[in-house]
């Protein structure tokens, strides 16, 4: 005996038992006896089709309104199966497609990841976090020498797995840079180039690039249309941007970058991010800056790792805990 037949025994009795007693047991066996169903593959129209055909076997003079309610119920559960069927179908494309993402996102966070380096007199704090799985943001440090950190941070203008291919792109085309790693505008104009003939024209990433001087404590800087770095002189307690400007990578090929330098006193702070913190949302509005100003003051007295790490938790709280954009802080300060 196949399923199907003992399918229709079983249920006869439930049908059976249930008009006889309406029985909790009998809507309890009911219940179990539709995940079996479901289990088997069996369609809402066949359970359909099935008690209209015992109902009538067990009621011959069922009256003609009766039987005639069971053929548009059984229309509606063909309709509802195809539906079910299709809604299952897209789940597990869903979940394909989440678990994939989750690879994408592991790859993604081996292949850019990056230590900060340690420099006496100098403490350096970052946190990175993506707003979803894939990170659109992207920072990185060079320490080649006993001279020079390098940091770069980007943001890809698009968001998934296109942008986690393009920082990974940027990623080694930094990397390769056979020299002048240490000279910011060079470092632009080669990675604009490399941009210009490998991504998609719909694509763009602003990056700002520096290079902290340990010997001098001069921070050399270029940017690419990147978020302005702030720059907090302890002398004053006074905030200020750090001056910039330059095109989009992947606008113009031929694009030219203007280096700036600025020299770094002690308890001074060179404060780099993406516009996941200052285009910070709320329910009224975009954050002000005085607002993102006051975080950093009221946690200033913290390691620099401290203060991003406060900062993001303060933003994160006034966002109700839903990041609406990637989040990424990087902090320079001199202490000796």
Do not use: W
């Not at 006896?33 to 289990?39: A, D, M, P, Q, V």
């Not at 690879?103 to 292949?111: C, P, S």
């Not at 890809?156 to 990623?171: F, H, T």
């Not at 006034?318 to 609406?324: A, E, P, V, W």
């Amino acid at each position: 005996m196949d399923f199907r037949e003992v399918m229709e025994s079983k249920y006869r009795d439930l049908l059976v038992n249930f008009i006889k007693d309406e029985s909790e047991q009998a809507l309890y066996q009911g219940q179990k006896f539709s995940r079996k169903s479901i289990e088997q593959k069996i369609s809402p129209e066949d359970i359909v089709s099935l008690h209209k055909s015992i109902m009538m076997e067990l009621y011959p003079e069922m009256p003609d309104y009766v039987s005639k309610s069971f053929d548009i119920l059984l229309e509606v559960m063909i309709g509802y199966g195809f539906a079910y069927r299709e809604h299952q179908s897209l789940r597990h494309v869903q979940e394909e497609l989440r678990s994939e993402m989750e690879i994408a996102a592991n790859v993604q966070q081996t292949l850019l990841s990056t230590e900060i380096p340690s420099a006496e007199g100098l403490d350096i704090g970052a946190i990175s976090v993506p707003a979803k799985m894939m990170n659109g943001d992207y920072y990185h440090f060079v320490h080649d020498d006993n001279q020079f950190i390098n940091i770069a941070i980007a943001d890809v203008i698009g968001k998934g797995i296109p942008a986690a291919m393009c920082m990974s792109m940027i990623k080694y085309a930094m990397d390769s840079l056979p020299e002048n790693r240490n000279m910011p505008s060079n470092v632009l104009e080669n990675l604009n180039r490399v941009v210009e003939q490998n991504v998609d024209p719909s694509m763009f990433i602003t990056m700002f690039y520096g290079a902290y001087d340990i010997l001098t404590h001069t921070f050399h800087y270029a940017s690419a249309g990147h978020e302005p770095g702030l720059y907090y002189e302890a002398k004053t307690s006074e905030f200020s941007e750090l001056k910039t400007k330059g095109l989009l990578l992947g606008v113009d090929k031929k694009a030219k970058y203007q280096q700036f330098e600025k020299e770094i006193f002690v308890g001074d702070m060179i404060i780099l991010m993406s516009d996941g913190v200052t285009e910070c949302r709320t329910e009224e509005g975009f954050l002000d800056k005085e607002v993102l100003l006051g975080y950093i003051r009221k946690h200033m007295h913290l390691n620099a790792q401290g203060i991003v790490q406060q900062v993001y938790k303060e933003l994160e709280k006034i966002q109700d805990f839903h990041l609406r954009d990637d989040f990424t802080l990087i902090i320079f300060k001199r202490e000796v």
